[in-house]
């Protein structure tokens, strides 16, 4: 199993629904992020959580929200989306203190 | 405002090849440099450098940083089928608010593509 799992791996939906990505770590990291991919540009953090009463924007976080349920689990969520959140996301892990990120495999969402 | 540029953006090579990949930064509070090889799932960590001339190196991989010129560059000798990917390089920069988080700033990668 992997060590960071994210689902859905692959999602459609339309503009204005609602959306939730989960990710789940067996790790025992403290922390979290929520990261997406766009081609062409670099990851771009979304939120991030040091531990379970703890939650950050990161530099885009509009029209995203984020719960972290337990240290395992953080899910994020677009409460209406829209074209221009298609995207590819990554949910990563850390250890406090360290730099070095665990993805998971990532979930590719396409807003029609 | 900071950023990491990574070149080239793509790159075609036969097996056997030598590639090197680059990565330049204009960062505040440097930490650390990152490298990340993404293939059709999770990207997985490749080197931290954090001293400028000392190499990393992992098998046919390696990997320096200069600090004074600002850029990191990835080698990859003898170039295999299985080294197509799109390689990530991250700059971690310390931040003076919100307790720990020191900031990575992405580059956009560049991606290989090994041909037999």
């Known amino acids: 199993d992997a060590d960071v799992t994210q689902t859905p791996r692959n999602r459609i939906t339309k503009t204005g629904k609602r959306i939730m990505l989960e990710c789940s770590q067996t790790?025992?990291?403290?922390?979290m992020y929520w990261y997406r991919q766009d081609p062409g540009l670099g990851l771009r953090l979304i939120y991030y959580s040091f531990d379970v009463k703890d939650i950050n924007k990161g530099e885009i976080s509009d029209g995203y929200s984020v719960s972290r349920q337990a240290q395992a689990k953080f899910s994020l969520s677009l409460e209406s989306a829209i074209p221009n959140q298609t995207a590819l996301y990554f949910c990563a892990t850390a250890v406090s203190g360290a730099n070095v990120l665990t993805f998971g495999a990532g979930s590719r969402l396409t807003v029609l | 405002e900071d950023k990491v540029v990574q070149s080239p953006l793509s790159l075609v090579v036969h097996e056997g090849d030598t590639v090197t990949l680059n990565c330049s930064y204009e960062v505040t509070n440097f930490r650390s440099l990152l490298w990340y090889k993404q293939e059709k799932k999770a990207p997985t960590f490749l080197f931290m450098l954090t001293s400028s001339g000392i190499e990393k190196k992992s098998g046919r991989l390696s990997s320096i940083l200069d600090k004074k010129e600002l850029f990191s560059i990835l080698n990859i000798t003898a170039t295999q089928t299985g080294d197509s990917a799109i390689y990530l390089c991250?700059?971690?920069?310390?931040?003076?608010?919100?307790?720990?988080?020191?900031?990575?700033?992405f580059g956009a990668g560049t991606r290989l593509a090994v041909h037999p």
């Open positions: 991250a700059v971690e920069a310390s931040m003076v608010l919100s307790g720990g988080y020191n900031k990575l700033i």
């Open positions: 790790k025992g990291h403290d922390r």
